[in-house]
C-alpha cells in the first residue's frame, strides 16, 4: 500500500491472509496484532477486560452503537489491480473495501451494527471501536462484491438504516469515493484523489493522518500570512475537514472530535458581507448543474452566494438552507477570498468547472421548491447574513439570478432574460456572461452551456483525472513537428471564411480509450487519451476562431474547448486530445489538448460543435464503445459507425489525426 495504516484502526475481526504471509519484525507487542506486515492496534485490545475471541462477542465496558454513532466514510469498488489491503496479491475483489468511523467521541460496541451492500449483510462482529478509530471491511474478509459502475453500501444499526452512499460509474475510477468533508456524514461525496493525491485511505483520514485530523491546508497563494495557513479548495474540491473540538463548530451531525481548527484566513462575515447571487430549484430534466454526468431534480439545485465584500472571509460555522432546514453548514477553515463565490448543490461529487468558486454539496436534494422557496445565510452565531425569497419564476427550468451580477439591490430575473447571460439557463459559480468571478462586465459567450467561457488558461477537470500525473500544469509547447498543443487566444487575423455547418464536421471521437496510449506521450490514461476529431469540408482555409466544443446531454452541453485564432487549411483536420503531451507518428493535422478535459461518458452523451455566433456546426449523440471510436464511414461526409468496422479501416479501432485507412488528410476527404 505505500502507507502504515493509523494505530487506531481495526482492519479485520476474521483476519486476513496477510497476518500470516507477511510477519512483522520485530514481532508486534501485546495488544497489537500484525496486518500487512504492519503492527496496529487490535480492534479487541480497547481495555484490560476486552479480550481478542477471533470474532465474537467481547466484553467489558463498551456500549453498543447506536444511530450516530457510527459512520460510512470511503468505499473502494475498483482497486484498480492494486494490493491495497497488503496481502502480497492484487485482487479486484478481496482489495474492496469499507471503512467505518467512530464519530461518537467515545469507545462504542460493534454488535448492534452491521453493513448491507445489495440484500446481502455483513455483521461487524463485537468488538469496541475507539472514539476517532476505523473498522475497515476489506473484500478479503467478506466477499462484498461492490460494482465499480454503481450500488448501495448501507451502514445498519439496530436494523435500521444509519448511513449510507449510492454511486454510479464514478465508482469505476481506479480510486476510492470519500466524503468530501472526512466524518461529515452530511456531506457530498468526491473522488478521493479530488481531495487528496493519494487513490484511497483506509483507515486514516483523506490526508493520510489519524483520525481525526482530516485538514488539509495550504496557503492562499497572493494572500499575505495572516498566522496561520488556511484551507483552500483543490480543483473546486472543498478539502478543509477538521471537526469539532472545544468550542469548535462541528459539521452537522457530526458531533466533537476533539480536532483543532485551522487558523482563520479572514474575518468572520458579518450582514453585507454575502449575497445570495444566483439559485436554480427547478433543473428539469436537461440541466446538469453540478456536472455529474447525470440531471437529478434535487441534486442538481443550488444557491451561488459571493463575497461582495473587500476582505477574505472565514466561513467556519457559516450555515446555508432552505426553508424546511436542508442545508450545510461550512467546515472549520473554509474560506471565501473577495469577488470569489460559494456555491452548494443539493449533491456535488467533485470535480466540473466552476471557475475557481467553493463548491460544496449538502449530499441529498437540496429540496428547493420549484413553485417558490425561501433560502437563509447564517453565521455561527446563528444571525442572518442574508437571506432570498423567490416565488413561481423559479419553475422553469433555469435559474434565477440577479440581473447585474453581485448588486445586492439588482432584482432576481430568470437566467436567460438576464442582460448578459446570452440566453445560458444558468452559470453556477460564473458571472451570468460564464465568465469567471468577478470578470462580469462584457458580452456574453455565445455557447448557452454554463461553462461556456473562453478559457485563457488550460484546465482540467478535476472529476476525470484519473492519476496525479494526469494534471497539466504550465504553458503549452510544440511536440514534434506539425503537432501544436492549444495555447491562449491569439491576434493573428482571422483566414479564409468562418466556420459554419456544411464546412466543418465532427469526424471521429474516442469516449473509451480502454487502457491505450492514444496520443502517444508514452502513459495510458482513461481521461487524457480521450479526443474529438474535427475535419474542413471545403476546399479553402476554414476560420475556427471561437468556435466551441462541448458535451453533454442534449441541449446542455458542457464546455470543453473554445478555439483561439485557428486557420484550418483545405481538407484537414484538427484533434482535441483531452490532455498529455501528445506525439502521433502520423502528425498530418492539427493536434491540441482541450481547454479542460473532455469528460467524455463512456456510456454515451452528446457532442455538440457550434460557430461563434452560437449557431449550431455539428453533433452527435454517440453510445459506448469500449476500445474504439466512432468515425464518419466514408470520413467527413457519411453516417457514423464503429472504426473497426469502416471498410478501409483495415480492422484499426481509431485514427487521430489521419483518415480511417491511416493515410494522411487531405486525400480521404477530397
Known amino acids: ?363 441529498k436534494a437540496f429540496g428547493l421548491n420549484n413553485p417558490g422557496d425561501s433560502l437563509s445565510v447564517t453565521g455561527a452565531s446563528g444571525a442572518v447574513l442574508t437571506s432570498l425569497t423567490f416565488g413561481s419564476a423559479g419553475t422553469t427550468k433555469q435559474s434565477l439570478t440577479r440581473a447585474v451580477d453581485g448588486e445586492g439591490s439588482s432584482e432576481m430575473v430568470q437566467h436567460t432574460k438576464a442582460l448578459l447571460s446570452g440566453g445560458a439557463a444558468m452559470s453556477p459559480g460564473r458571472c451570468q456572461n460564464g465568465n469567471a468571478f468577478p470578470d462580469c462586465e462584457g458580452a456574453a459567450i455565445p455557447d448557452p452551456a454554463p461553462d461556456a467561457a473562453s478559457e485563457v488558461t488550460p484546465e482540467i477537470s478535476v472529476d476525470t483525472i484519473q492519476d496525479a500525473t494526469d494534471v497539466e500544469i504550465g504553458p503549452d509547447a510544440e511536440v514534434g513537428p506539425d503537432i501544436t498543443l492549444d495555447t491562449t487566444p491569439d491576434t493573428k487575423p482571422a483566414c479564409g471564411v468562418k466556420a459554419a455547418a456544411g464546412l466543418l464536421a465532427l469526424n471521429e471521437i474516442l469516449s473509451d480509450p480502454a487502457g491505450v496510449d492514444v496520443n502517444g506521450d508514452g502513459s495510458a490514461s482513461s481521461t487524457q487519451d480521450e479526443f474529438i476529431e474535427l475535419v474542413n469540408l471545403t476546399g479553402g482555409d476554414l476560420d475556427l476562431t471561437g468556435v466551441v466544443v462541448g458535451a453533454g446531454p442534449p441541449g446542455a452541453p458542457v464546455t470543453s474547448h473554445t478555439f483561439g485564432s485557428l486557420c484550418l487549411g483545405a481538407f484537414q483536420g484538427v484533434v482535441l486530445f483531452s490532455g498529455g503531451s501528445p506525439t502521433l507518428t502520423k502528425p498530418m493535422a492539427v493536434v491540441m489538448t482541450s481547454g479542460k478535459a473532455l469528460g467524455l461518458n463512456n456510456g454515451g452523451e452528446t457532442v455538440v460543435v457550434r460557430a461563434a455566433d452560437g449557431a449550431d456546426i455539428d453533433s452527435y449523440a454517440f453510445t459506448a464503445l469500449v476500445g474504439q471510436s466512432w468515425v464518419r464511414i466514408p470520413d467527413g461526409t457519411g453516417a457514423f459507425g464503429k472504426h473497426g468496422s469502416a471498410p478501409d479501416s483495415g480492422g484499426a479501432l481509431f485514427s487521430p489525426g489521419t483518415c480511417n485507412d491511416g493515410s494522411t488528410f487531405p486525400f480521404c476527404l477530397q
Open 1 to 363: 500500500m505505500g502507507r502504515l495504516l493509523a494505530a487506531t484502526v481495526a482492519l479485520s475481526l476474521f483476519g486476513l491472509a496477510a497476518c500470516s504471509d507477511t510477519p512483522c519484525e520485530p514481532a508486534c507487542l501485546a495488544g497489537q496484532q500484525c496486518i500487512a506486515g504492519t503492527c496496529v492496534k487490535s480492534p479487541f485490545a480497547n481495555d484490560a477486560s476486552t479480550k481478542d475471541t477471533g470474532g465474537g462477542d467481547v466484553s467489558g465496558s463498551c456500549v453498543a452503537a447506536v444511530a450516530g454513532d457510527l459512520i460510512i466514510n470511503e468505499i473502494l469498488a475498483d482497486p484498480g489491480g492494486q494490493d491495497v489491503n497488503g496481502d502480497g496479491k492484487a485482487d479486484s475483489g478481496d482489495d474492496e473495501f469499507i471503512e467505518i468511523v467512530n464519530v461518537s467521541g467515545h469507545a462504542v460496541g460493534l454488535s448492534s451494527a452491521m453493513l448491507r451492500v445489495k440484500t446481502k449483510t455483513f455483521a461487524l462482529g463485537g468488538a469496541c471501536l475507539e472514539a476517532n478509530s476505523a473498522r475497515v471491511v476489506f473484500g478479503a474478509e467478506s466477499k462484498l462484491a461492490l460494482t465499480n459502475g454503481g450500488s448501495t453500501v448501507e451502514l445498519l444499526i439496530d436494523g435500521a438504516v444509519a448511513h449510507a452512499h449510492t454511486w454510479g460509474a464514478e465508482g469505476g475510477k481506479k480510486q476510492s469515493l470519500t466524503l468530501t468533508v472526512q466524518l461529515d456524514p452530511d456531506s457530498g461525496w468526491s473522488l478521493h484523489k479530488d481531495v487528496a493525491a493519494a487513490p484511497w485511505s483506509p483507515g486514516t483520514c483523506a490526508n493520510g493522518n489519524a483520525f481525526p485530523d482530516c485538514a488539509v491546508v495550504v496557503p492562499v497563494e497572493g494572500q499575505p500570512d495572516a498566522g496561520g495557513d488556511v484551507t483552500e479548495p483543490v480543483g473546486d474540491v472543498v478539502v478543509d475537514v477538521p471537526v469539532g473540538g472545544t468550542g469548535d463548530v462541528p459539521v452537522d451531525g457530526t458531533g466533537d472530535m476533539g480536532a483543532d481548527v485551522p487558523a482563520p484566513c479572514g474575518v468572520a462575515p458579518v450582514s453585507g458581507d454575502l449575497l445570495i447571487n444566483e439559485v436554480l430549484a427547478d433543473p428539469g430534466s436537461v440541466l446538469d448543474a453540478n456536472q455529474s454526468g447525470a440531471v437529478d431534480s434535487g441534486e442538481d439545485e443550488f444557491v451561488e452566494i459571493l463575497n461582495v465584500s473587500d476582505v477574505a472571509l472565514d466561513l467556519t460555522g457559516v450555515r446555508v438552507a432552505e426553508a424546511g432546514g436542508t442545508g450545510v453548514t461550512l467546515a472549520a477553515g473554509s474560506c471565501l477570498q473577495p469577488g470569489q463565490a460559494l456555491v452548494v448543490f443539493g449533491k456535488y461529487a467533485g470535480g466540473g468547472d466552476f471557475g475557481g468558486s467553493l463548491v460544496v454539496g449538502i449530499g
